[in-house]
Structures are given as C-alpha cells and as structure tokens.
C-alpha cells in the first residue's frame, strides 16, 4: 500500500511528485519517502492548514492524519 499527502490545492496528478509520497507498507513495514518529511514539517509548522491535508491510499481510501500515523505506527 502507497500512501500520498495531498495540500490544498493539489490534484490527484500531484501523488506523482516525490513530495507528495509519505511512502509505502512492503513486508510488514512501513518505508518512508520524501513526503514523510514534509508532513512532519506541516504537522510542526503549519498547524492551520492541518485540517486541510489529505492522506490518500493507493487503493483510493482517504485518511486523516491521526489515523495514517496509526496505520504507520502499527509497522
């Protein structure tokens, strides 16, 4: 499973970008990308636009945030 981070005013097109790849689920672990970093700046920076921020999974599941670091925290 992939998972993307989608800013407001992305586009679909945008989980492409290395940026926009918070990484993906292989063998029971979670590998981290690029896009990992960014949310984790975003969550310690930009806490106004938090809600705003999609988490999308490669099978087309929309996340919140609390809920992709549970996924994650459980590989």
């Known amino acids: 499973m992939i998972y993307y981070i989608l800013f407001p005013g992305d586009t679909q097109e945008d989980c492409f970008k290395d940026a926009n790849q918070l990484?993906?689920?292989?063998?029971?672990?979670?590998?981290r990308n690029e896009g990992f970093k960014v949310l984790n700046n975003a969550i310690a920076n930009f806490?106004?636009?938090?809600?705003?921020i999609r988490i999308i999974s490669s099978d087309g599941k929309n996340h919140t945030i609390g809920e992709f670091l549970d996924i994650v925290g459980k590989h």
């Not at 990484?23 to 590998?31: E, M, N, V, Y």
């Not at 806490?47 to 705003?52: K, M």
């Open 23 to 31: 990484g993906h689920i292989s063998f029971g672990k979670f590998h």
């Open 47 to 52: 806490e106004h636009i938090l809600d705003q």
